[in-house]
Every structure is written in structure tokens, then in C-alpha cells.
């Protein structure tokens, strides 16, 4: 590759102080949803950035386009399937007509093709679940975080 003029490489270096600050905001936006994630992992597993969530296990995953992935497990259902219903609203899954919080122990998915976006619960006859949301939009997994974490906080508390 040959070497850029200081106009261009001036603009890169200015393109990346950017994409670095969307990247730290992504991160404050998603610890402010979500508090029991823990502080950003950069570069490892298969995005840029990783929150890991405490020692339940779990992680949220922002990738080099600020898009976003919740893989949880072992969750308690109901606040997993309330907060899909609620954002979502019942019956939006394949499979679950009146609701996840009705469903039967099985795997509920949802594709939005509009942005890319895959949504699945999995639903354990234990009475977990296992939640992901692959390549969310940024507000999107904020969203879902956000209502999870009230529904959590309000069953513990």
C-alpha cells in the first residue's frame, strides 16, 4: 500500500478518534441499560468489545459496526419472556401465539429482516431460559437490556 498524504492520513486518524468514541458510548450506553455487566473486554471472542455479565456467565458483544449481541443463559423465564412480550408484544414469536410467557418449555425465534436482527428464546422445563438477540441495532439491545434488568430487579428486590 503506498502512503497517504497528511490531507488523508489526517482524515483517517480523525475517522478513527471517532469510530472510538461510538465505541466507548456503545459501551456506556449498554452498562447504563444493564448494570450487572461487567466492564469492557476489547478484542476477543468474535467482536471488538465484550461485556461480560458477572459469574452467572453470559455476555453482551458490540462488533465493529456498533452492533450488538445478548447471549444469556440460565435465566429465570419469566422476566426473559415478560420483557420480550412487553418490547415486542405477545404473540410476536413463531410458535407462541398467546405470548412467551404462556409458552410451553421450546425454542421461540423471530427474524427481523429489515435490519438483520435474529431474536430467540429458549425456554427450559426447569423454568429458565436462555435469551439471545444477535446483530441488534444499538437502541434495540439497550432496549431489551433496560426492561430485563428492571424485571430482574423488581422479582429480587
Same mark, same amino acid.
Given at each position: 500500500?503506498?502512503?497517504?498524504?497528511?490531507?488523508?492520513?489526517?482524515?483517517?486518524?480523525?475517522? &478513527?478518534?471517532?469510530?472510538?468514541?461510538?465505541?466507548?458510548?456503545?459501551?456506556?450506553?449498554?452498562?447504563?441499560?444493564?448494570?450487572? &455487566?461487567?466492564?469492557?473486554?476489547?478484542?476477543?471472542?468474535?467482536?471488538?468489545?465484550?461485556?461480560?455479565? /458477572?459469574?452467572?456467565?453470559?455476555?453482551?458483544?458490540?462488533?465493529?459496526?456498533?452492533?450488538?449481541?445478548?447471549?444469556?443463559? /440460565?435465566?429465570?423465564?419469566?422476566?426473559?419472556?415478560?420483557?420480550?412480550?412487553?418490547?415486542?408484544?405477545? /404473540?410476536?414469536?413463531?410458535?407462541?401465539?398467546?405470548?412467551?410467557?404462556?409458552?410451553?418449555?421450546?425454542?421461540?425465534?423471530?427474524?427481523?429482516?429489515?435490519?438483520?436482527?435474529?431474536?430467540?428464546?429458549?425456554?427450559?422445563?426447569?423454568?429458565?431460559?436462555?435469551?439471545?438477540?444477535?446483530?441488534? &441495532? &444499538?437502541?434495540?439491545a439497550a432496549?431489551?437490556?433496560?426492561?430485563?434488568?428492571?424485571?430482574?430487579?423488581?422479582?429480587?428486590g
Open positions: 500500500m503506498s502512503a497517504m498524504s497528511t490531507v488523508v492520513d489526517d482524515a483517517v486518524e480523525a475517522w &478513527l478518534a471517532a469510530r472510538r468514541t461510538q465505541m466507548d458510548a456503545a459501551v456506556h450506553a449498554l452498562l447504563a441499560a444493564y448494570p450487572p &455487566l461487567a466492564h469492557a473486554v476489547r478484542n476477543c471472542y468474535c467482536c471488538e468489545i465484550t461485556l461480560p455479565i /458477572g459469574p452467572s456467565g453470559g455476555k453482551v458483544c458490540v462488533d465493529k459496526d456498533c452492533r450488538a449481541t445478548i447471549d444469556l443463559r /440460565g435465566m429465570g423465564v419469566q422476566p426473559a419472556a415478560a420483557t420480550l412480550d412487553q418490547l415486542f408484544g405477545a /404473540g410476536w414469536f413463531d410458535g407462541a401465539p398467546d405470548g412467551l410467557v404462556a409458552a410451553e418449555p421450546g425454542t421461540y425465534e423471530w427474524y427481523d429482516d429489515s435490519n438483520d436482527c435474529e431474536i430467540y428464546i429458549e425456554i427450559h422445563a426447569d423454568g429458565t431460559a436462555d435469551l439471545y438477540m444477535g446483530n441488534a &441495532l &444499538l437502541p434495540d432496549a431489551v437490556l433496560e426492561e430485563l434488568n428492571r424485571r430482574l430487579t423488581a422479582t429480587s
